[in-house]
């Protein structure tokens, strides 16, 4: 089995920062991309950043230049630094990976259950 674990979410005041991480953990062979999406009340799931094994990066345009992601690969450890928080920030984040469990495996994309970030005006 796979697991993804988030951490780091809370309640904010408009102007902070937050750091959130997300551990995948089981057998795992490779992971191709990690990433972190977000969930408000009502709204459908959002892409907010993703990054590959080589870097590569991709931002939503309504965090490009306040966030930044990156990533421990040796830990299949992802990071999203938050700065300069909204209100419209608020949403439950949830930690993505597309990974192979086994070398002739396919790619799947694996969840985590999600950190909750709440930025109050």
């Known amino acids: 089995q796979v697991r993804l674990v988030e951490s780091g979410g809370g309640l904010v005041q408009a102007g902070g920062s937050l750091r959130l991480s997300c551990v995948a953990s089981?057998?795992?062979?490779?992971?191709?991309?990690m990433g972190w999406y977000r969930q408000a009340p009502g709204n459908q799931r959002e892409l907010v950043a993703t990054?590959?094994?080589?870097?590569?990066?991709n931002y939503a345009d309504s965090v490009k230049g306040r966030f930044t992601i990156s990533t421990d690969n040796a830990k299949n450890t992802v990071y999203l630094q938050m700065n300069s928080l909204k209100p419209e920030d608020t949403g439950v984040y949830l930690c993505?990976?597309?990974?192979?469990?086994?070398?002739?495996?396919?790619?799947?994309?694996?969840w985590g259950q999600g950190t909750q970030v709440t930025v109050s005006s």
């Open positions: 993505n990976a597309r990974l192979k469990r086994l070398q002739l495996a396919r790619p799947s994309d694996y």
């Open positions: 089981g057998t795992i062979f490779s992971t191709s991309v």
């Open positions: 990054i590959t094994t080589y870097g590569i990066t």
